[in-house]
C-alpha cells in the first residue's frame, strides 16, 4: 500500500510568484485535503477535494485554488506569494467524506515552502 | 466555531517519568470526533487515536491512555514510562459530526522533548 507522497519537498519562492504543490493520495483514497501549517502553530484547513469537486474550504482567499485528477492526486497553488504563506504545506487523503467509521486521514510528509 | 486548545506549549521531561498532554475543546455540535496525532522531526502527521463524542470510555493502548470527559470538554492524552522516540510535536483535533472527513481543526500543538 503506497502512502501520500507530496513534491517537492522544499521550495523557496520570491514574493509575487505563483507556486503548484502536488500530491499523490494512498492508494484506494478518494479524497484530497490540504493544510497550512506555520511555523509553531498547529495545521489550518485550506480545501478538500472528493472526485474532482471542490468540497468545503477554509479561511484561505481565491489565490489559493487546487486540482484533483481523475486518479485522485492533487495540487495545491499559491499565485501572487505573499511573505506570510511560508508554511509546511502538508496533503491527506482519506476514502470518502463522512468522518464516522472510516480510516483516518493520512498525511504525507509535507512540503516546506519559504517565499522571500 | 471550533476551537482547540492545548495550553501546553512545551514539556520537557526525563525518559521512564509519565506526561500528560492536556487538550480542551469548542464545538456546539452534539456529535463530533476528537483526534490525537503525532509529528516527528520528519513532519508527516501520524494519527494516533480517534474518539466519538457518545463514547467516553477512556482508551489504554499500550504506554498511551486516554481520559475523554465531556463535562470538561478535555479530553487528554497520557504516556506512561516514557522513551526518548516519544520526543515529537502532539495536536489534539476536532471534527464535527456530518462533517467531510477532512476538514479536522487542530490545537497550537505541544512539544514534547524526551531526555535519556
Known amino acids: 500500500e503506497t502512502g501520500v507522497t507530496q513534491s517537492p519537498t522544499h521550495l523557496i519562492k520570491t514574493r509575487g510568484q505563483q507556486v503548484t504543490l502536488r500530491c499523490s493520495s494512498q492508494s484506494g483514497h478518494n479524497t484530497v485535503s490540504w493544510y497550512q501549517q506555520a511555523l509553531g502553530q498547529g495545521p489550518q484547513f485550506i480545501f478538500q477535494?472528493?472526485?474532482?469537486?471542490?468540497?468545503g474550504r477554509g479561511n484561505f482567499p481565491p489565490r489559493f485554488s487546487g486540482l484533483q485528477f481523475p486518479n485522485y492526486s492533487s495540487e495545491l497553488n499559491v499565485n501572487a506569494l505573499e511573505l506570510d504563506d511560508s508554511a509546511l504545506y502538508l496533503c491527506?487523503?482519506?476514502?470518502?467524506?463522512?468522518?464516522?467509521?472510516?480510516?483516518?486521514?493520512?498525511f504525507g510528509n509535507g512540503t516546506r515552502l519559504t517565499v522571500t | 466555531a471550533q476551537k482547540v486548545t492545548q495550553a501546553q506549549t512545551e514539556i520537557s521531561v526525563v525518559e521512564k517519568e509519565d506526561v500528560t498532554l492536556d487538550c480542551v475543546y469548542e464545538t456546539r455540535d452534539t456529535t463530533y470526533y476528537l483526534f490525537w496525532y503525532k509529528q516527528p522531526p520528519s513532519g508527516e502527521l501520524v494519527f494516533l487515536i480517534r474518539r466519538n463524542s457518545f463514547d467516553e470510555q477512556n482508551e489504554i493502548s499500550g504506554r498511551y491512555s486516554w481520559n475523554f470527559q465531556k463535562s470538561t470538554s478535555s479530553f487528554n492524552f497520557t504516556i506512561t514510562a516514557s522513551q526518548v522516540v516519544d520526543s515529537a510535536v502532539y495536536f489534539c483535533?476536532?471534527?464535527?459530526?456530518?462533517?467531510?472527513?477532512?476538514?479536522?481543526?487542530f490545537g497550537q500543538g505541544t512539544i514534547l522533548t524526551v531526555h535519556p
Open positions: 483535533a476536532l471534527l464535527p459530526g456530518g462533517t467531510s472527513y477532512g476538514k479536522l481543526t
Open positions: 477535494y472528493y472526485r474532482e469537486e471542490e468540497n
Open positions: 491527506a487523503s482519506s476514502q470518502g467524506m463522512a468522518g464516522g467509521n472510516l480510516s483516518p486521514l493520512h
